[in-house]
T-cell receptor, first 116, second 112 residues
Framework: ETGVTQTPRHLVMGMTNKKSLKCEQH?????MYWYKQSAKKPLELMFV???????ENNSVPSRFSPECPNSSHLFLHLHTLQPEDSALYLC???????????????FGEGSRLTVL | GDSVTQMEGPVTLSEEACLTINCTYTATGYPSLFWYVQYPGEGLQLLLKATKADDKGSNKGFEATYRKETTSFHLEKGSVQVSDSAVYFCALIYNAGNMLTFGGGTRLMVKP
């Protein structure tokens, strides 16, 4: 139990569906992240939120839409995805102070997404 | 830019064998260095870290020493167990608020 909970753990969707991934952290952290982990590829940082403000968007396609309503919750809204978007999506959180990142991230167990 | 290079896996060992997973980095300054581990079906978790040159991070029998002269942070364990089977990620970050840079990960398989 890392204090970061992701739901659902598994999701199968068609290319025309709209779905959302949810992440919740109970650690009192102020920064939250979405990473994409595909087979045989390095971890890809997708989005970063610090105190609910998006601070990083690594050229992610617009079919992925993040939402951070407060420092404890992070969503990833999915629509019109492609089969190559099938991957494990990992949420993480950390404590930062005045913009400094300690590098100590706490990860959830991930949401395994399959796009048919 | 900054980068982290790890040895390609999988690494397959018998139980009680010695482990070394190589990690080297390219950076313009003096980053903090980390090893993360991902057990099957789980997310990543921090295994150990070192924040300055010659520091040694250790946890669960694993060790890694921050070598500035060789820009390396190799992960070692004297006697591996089946339960150590996982994917290990080397990573770095600067203390100025940048994001973590991860290596590609090395899968370790330990056989009884």
């Amino acid at each position: 139990e890392t204090g970061v909970t992701q739901t659902p753990r598994h999701l199968v969707m068609g290319m025309t569906n709209k779905k959302s991934l949810k992440c919740e952290q109970h650690l009192g952290h102020n920064a939250m992240y979405w990473y994409k982990q595909s087979a045989k590829k390095p971890l890809e940082l997708m989005f970063v939120y610090n105190f609910k403000e998006q601070t990083e968007n690594n050229s992610v396609p617009s079919r992925f839409s993040p939402e951070c309503p407060n420092s404890s919750h992070l969503f990833l809204h999915l629509h019109t995805l492609q089969p190559e978007d099938s991957a494990l999506y990992l949420c993480a959180s950390s404590r930062t102070g005045t913009g400094r990142n300690t590098g100590e991230l706490f990860f959830g167990e991930g949401s395994r997404l399959t796009v048919l | 830019g900054d980068s982290v290079t790890q040895m390609e896996g999988p690494v397959t060992l018998s139980e009680e064998a010695c482990l070394t997973i190589n990690c080297t980095y390219t950076a313009t300054g003096y980053p903090s260095l980390f090893w993360y581990v991902q057990y099957p079906g789980e997310g990543l978790q921090l295994l150990l870290k070192a924040t300055k040159a010659d520091d040694k991070g250790s946890n669960k029998g694993f060790e890694a020493t921050y070598r500035k002269e060789t820009t390396s942070f190799h992960l070692e364990k004297g006697s591996v167990q089946v339960s150590d089977s996982a994917v290990y990620f080397c990573a770095l970050i600067y203390n100025a608020g940048n994001m973590l840079t991860f290596g590609g990960g090395t899968r370790l398989m330990v056989k009884p």
